[in-house]
């Protein structure tokens, strides 16, 4: 079983829309948990960083971890254009270290006019 | 905002030759990493610096790879001899503690031919 799995998409959705980007992970020793949107050919931008279990919320952005489920999902409202990327989960901690991040192979969301 | 860079954006070089990718990170930040991204692949941590030294590696992190920070603000990744399957995208990224947000750079681009 692979440590972290993402569907890998293509998500299409009309703008305006509500989307919902899911991650689950198999080690229950992860307790940061963050998401990067990433441009074609560019790097990992940072977007929410969380800690454990519960909601953070960011502008559009809303990041909800359930430990118990060993799954995090990014809810992005009043999706843009702009919007559109690859958006990666990440985590840390336990025997992977808190140091190093692995990664989901990452959602790629399309967001039509 | 400070950023991190990376130069150059592109590399181009030939099988069996030496490379080194720059980067610098964000000036008070203390943690140091690389990470590569094959083509339509996750990104794969790499190796992360600390102090002036390496804290932890992956196994794709061997002999041929090695890192350095050879002055307050540059910190590199070198690959001795290039094999094809090198050829990959590799981002530097950096943090001001071990449990702080990571921060990465825009990548290089490396084309092994």
């Known amino acids: 079983q692979k440590e972290v799995e993402q569907d890998p998409g293509p998500l299409s959705v009309p703008e305006g829309a509500i989307v919902s980007l899911n991650c689950t992970y198999s080690n229950s020793a992860f307790q940061y948990f963050m998401w990067y949107r990433q441009y074609s050919r560019k790097g990992p931008e940072l977007l929410m960083y969380?800690?454990?279990?519960g909601n953070k919320e960011d502008g559009r952005f809303t990041a909800q971890v359930d430990k118990s489920s060993k799954y995090i999902s990014l809810f992005i409202r009043d999706s843009q254009p702009s919007d559109s990327a690859t958006y990666l989960c990440a985590m840390s901690g336990g025997n992977s270290g808190y140091s190093t991040l692995t990664f989901g192979k990452g959602t790629m969301l399309l967001v039509s006019p | 905002e400070p950023e991190v860079t990376q130069t150059p954006s592109h590399q181009v070089t030939q099988m069996g030759q030496e490379v080194i990718l720059r980067c610098v990170p964000i000036?008070?930040?203390?943690?140091f990493y690389w990470y590569r991204q094959i083509l339509g692949q996750k990104v794969e941590f790499l190796v992360s610096?600390?102090?002036?030294?390496?804290?932890?590696k992956s196994e794709i992190f061997d002999d041929q790879f090695s890192v350095e920070r050879p002055d307050g603000s540059n910190f590199t990744l070198k690959i001795r001899s290039t094999k094809l399957e090198d050829s990959a995208m590799y981002f530097c990224?950096?943090?001001?503690?071990?449990?702080?947000?990571?921060?990465f750079g825009p990548g290089t681009r490396l084309t092994v031919t």
């Open positions: 969380t800690y454990s279990s």
């Open positions: 990224a950096s943090r001001i503690s071990v449990l702080s947000e990571q921060y």
């Open positions: 610096f600390y102090n002036n030294e390496i804290s932890e």
């Open positions: 000036s008070n930040h203390l943690y």
